[in-house]
């Protein structure tokens, strides 16, 4: 089983920056997608980026390409994702998940982000 933790978030400026975490623990796969979506009110979940290791390579969102970076520790089982730019349109829960074959898809708590004028 895998269990996805959460951190950090919290309320922004327009233009400002935030940065997330999300550390998996359990049994990884050395093949496994990492990533975040997230959900804004009335909205349908969306993808935000992933990472697919061992090679680390990224997907992004069309809304997010070129202001959002994501990264992944992969012996720590550690994803990041760097905020920057932030704009109201980014207010949403966001959501870490993992994908492998062994265990599906798990999905983390969620962590909030405001951004505001």
Aim: net charge positive; aromatic share 8%.
């Amino acid at each position: 089983q895998v269990q996805l933790v959460e951190s950090g978030g919290g309320s922004a400026k327009v233009g400002e920056s935030l940065s997330l975490s999300c550390a998996a623990s359990g049994t990884i796969a050395s093949s496994s997608l990492m990533g975040w979506y997230r959900e804004a009110p009335g909205k349908y979940r969306e993808l935000v980026a992933h990472v697919m290791s061992p090679l680390n390579i990224t997907t992004y969102g069309d809304a997010v390409k070129g202001r959002f970076t994501i990264s992944r520790d992969n012996a720590k089982n550690t994803v990041y994702l760097q905020m920057s730019d932030l704009k109201p349109d980014d207010t949403a829960r966001y959501f870490c998940y993992l994908r492998q074959s062994s265990t599906g898809a798990s999905w983390g708590q969620g962590t909030q982000v405001t951004v505001s004028a």
